[in-house]
């Protein structure tokens, strides 16, 4: 997943999660590297005004909304294979299974993805990766890293992205110049999501968007139930 589809699921959840003091101390821990992270920021996001997000809006403009809505649901479907491979290796067989008929429905049914049909079946979808994985296996998540042009990640998160596109279906197209069209559009995907959310973000946009995506992390590793910390009282 790119920087824009980690942005719109982080700055969703960051909305729905209230910051305490005790997590302000853990993050001021967690980034270390702040100043190269903050430069990296900057970068990334001068890329983002100065070209991925007008051709977005292009891209959105000339796109009717069910022919916009089937590239994602695409997307999605893609993502639903990484995410199988994880829940194979976390132990959990029922999401497991899930995620595995999820591709099978809308492979088939769904014309390759186009339509999320397994949804309507009331197929439950996850979201999970390596990164993840590892920290399920008890690997911490390191310090707090931005990458290029990917964006908010960490030491972990940032290894993790290697297996994860080992089994992206993506990777497996051999036409090269079909892979840069389908990397191209799912980029223009993840952007046009995140248009939906990014007006949330206020203040010191550096900040709000680590937090929130360490919020998230932590989140999702724990699956929504984070371990009671009797010191957070």
């Known amino acids: 997943m790119s920087i824009f589809g980690r942005w719109f699921q982080l700055v969703t959840l960051c909305c729905l999660l209230v910051s305490n003091t005790v997590f302000a101390d853990e993050v ?41 809505r089937g590239v994602n649901n695409f997307f999605e479907n893609i993502s639903d294979v990484v995410t199988f491979f994880n829940n194979v290796l976390q132990g959990k067989p029922k999401e497991a299974a899930q995620d595995f008929s999820r591709v099978v429905v809308n492979t088939t049914i769904g014309i390759g993805g186009l339509i999320d049909v397994a949804s ?27 990458l290029p042009f990917l964006g908010p990640s960490s030491l972990r998160d940032g290894v993790a992205l290697i297996p994860d596109a080992m089994v992206d279906p993506l990777q497996q197209v051999g036409d090269e110049d079909t892979n840069t069209a ?39 590793v724990h699956d929504g139930t984070l371990p009671f910390n009797p010191d957070d009282f």
Request: no cysteine; proline share 5%; net charge negative.
């Open 120 to 146: 309507a079946m009331d197929i439950p979808k996850h979201d999970e990766d390596f990164g993840q994985t590892l920290g399920v296996w008890g690997v911490e998540s390191g310090p707090y890293l931005v």
């Open 28 to 68: 001021n821990k967690a980034d270390p590297w702040e100043g190269y992270n903050r430069a990296m920021f900057s970068f990334n996001d001068a890329v983002d005004r100065a070209l991925i997000k007008p051709v977005t809006k292009g891209y959105r403009f000339i796109m009717p909304d069910f022919a916009e």
């Open 182 to 220: 389908l990397q191209v559009l799912r980029v223009l995907d993840n952007r046009s999501e995140f248009m939906k959310a990014e007006e949330v973000v206020t203040g010191d946009r550096y900040i709000f968007i680590r937090d929130a995506y360490l919020q998230k992390r932590r989140f999702e």
